[in-house]
């Protein structure tokens, strides 16, 4: 009973936001981006080829946010729906990149500087530049081999990863997100963590690894 | 559910807590007697746990700030489209009309409002008296106004039934004869019946707003107060 409770309190405080939001509140808008740009960019950038373009594809997804609210009807929580816009423009932008730009990505790709000319490379950005080495090595080698492993799983089973295990969505947030059914969810999530473990479990290669668009 | 195909390929949303409580207790028992079976599961759970360990992507510091400038951008030209929309559609609906149907408005009310002055102004009906109001045609009867003499006698105090008198008054509202239609006749009552239509003025009788001789009946009885 308190589920119900607490889940019928929840819809209707999102409908009082879904009705300020299309009202065009300022307040509610950047309520609505604080609460979920850094959630945005993150998967934006796990799932898109160029990492560089996440920041770019984060400010169209909450700009059509704004345009499309007027035509969000309810038919699903306002959060799976923003995450399905992100993933539309994730997948746009990867169409692009493979019409365009179909090439191996070396991880030592500079992907931009530190102003001082010093080129910034692909791997350098799966580090957390907050944590110190010295204290939280292990951890963070780790959490590069996980990352660097998952930009290799080819989609749709690496969205369907991300969207589970590391955002947390629920099956059937992870099938409306996608437009997809229960058991496509199972099915990538299950080949995708095979794909996953395997990277993992593969010897660390000296050379340079190859990330490929798939 | 047994063989280690099938535990395999349920560890997945046995990981993720899909399937159902007996299901659950099936799998569980089998990895329970399974090396193979209960590796496969940990090394499964551990790379679900390398994935929710990672947590979000470091976005760039000035993030937020792009989307918000972004989203304001957006706002300010959806607002001036939509007063340039309502613009459009004025200038190609109601615009090229404005002129005539504002004239046609104003004479309308111009009109209206005069013949509404005209109608209070000139026909504002009179108002009626009816105190004073002859209506022509009919005939009125004599009116007794007042006894100008003093009480009524002792003749027809004393009667038991009221004198019921017929008065003959002429033009001037003087009664000129009478006659006693009920009561006593007698030469005491016919006594002071004479005496107190003799001191009565009477309204004549009109006919066509004329004074006309007309006929009154009276009632006369004794009034007796008792202290």
């Known amino acids: 009973m308190g589920n119900i409770a607490s889940a019928l309190t929840f819809q209707s405080e999102e409908g009082a936001l879904v009705e300020e939001l299309k009202a065009g509140s300022e307040e509610a808008f950047a309520w609505l981006i604080e609460r979920y740009h850094q959630s945005i960019y993150s998967l934006l950038a796990r799932t898109v080829q160029d990492r560089g373009d996440a920041a770019d594809l984060a400010q169209e997804v909450f700009v059509k946010v704004f345009r499309g609210i007027g035509g969000f009807h309810g038919e699903s929580s306002l959060r799976t729906w923003i995450y399905r816009i992100a993933l539309r423009e994730a997948s746009n932008q990867r169409r692009w990149w493979l019409r365009h730009k179909q090439q191996e990505v070396p991880m030592d790709q500079p992907v931009g500087d530190c102003g001082d000319g010093t080129p910034v490379l692909l791997r350098d950005t799966l580090v957390d530049p907050c944590d110190s080495p010295y204290e939280h090595a292990a951890q963070e080698e780790q959490r590069v081999r996980v990352e660097r492993a998952l930009e290799q799983v080819p989609e749709p089973y690496r969205t369907t990863l991300i969207l589970r295990d590391v955002e947390g969505f629920i099956y059937e947030e992870v099938a409306e997100m996608q437009g997809v059914n229960l058991g496509t969810v199972k099915s990538r999530l299950v080949r995708g963590r095979a794909i996953l473990r395997r990277l993992l479990e593969a010897p660390q290669p000296s050379q340079q690894p190859v990330a490929v668009a798939g | ?227």
């Open chain 2, 1 to 227: 559910m047994n063989g280690c195909r099938e535990i395999r390929d349920s560890i997945t949303e046995y990981l993720d807590g899909r399937l159902t409580g007996r299901a659950m207790q099936e799998i569980a028992a089998h990895l329970n007697g399974c090396r193979e079976c209960a590796l496969e599961c940990r090394l499964m759970e551990d790379t679900q746990r390398s994935l929710a360990s990672l947590g979000p992507v470091p976005e760039p510091p000035d993030m937020l700030l792009r989307i918000r400038v972004a989203v304001s951008h957006e706002m300010a030209r959806s607002h001036r489209s939509r007063w340039a929309g309502l613009g459009l559609v004025w200038k190609n609906t109601l615009g090229p009309f404005l002129l005539q149907a504002s004239a046609g408005f104003a004479s309308a009310v111009l009109l209206l409002g005069t013949v509404v002055f005209l109608v209070t102004m000139f026909t504002q009906p009179v108002a009626v008296e009816a105190s004073k109001d002859e209506p022509l045609g009919k005939a009125s009867a004599p009116r007794l106004l007042y006894l100008s003499s003093p009480a009524v006698g002792d003749q027809i105090n004393a009667s038991a039934t009221p004198v019921v008198v017929e008065a003959y008054v002429n033009g001037a509202g003087q009664v000129y004869d009478y006659r006693i239609i009920s009561g006593p006749t007698d030469a005491d009552t016919r006594s002071e019946v004479e005496n107190m239509l003799l001191f009565s003025v009477f309204e004549p009788a009109r006919f066509f707003g004329q004074p006309v001789r007309g006929l009154a009946v009276l009632s006369f009885a004794g009034v007796a107060v008792r202290g």
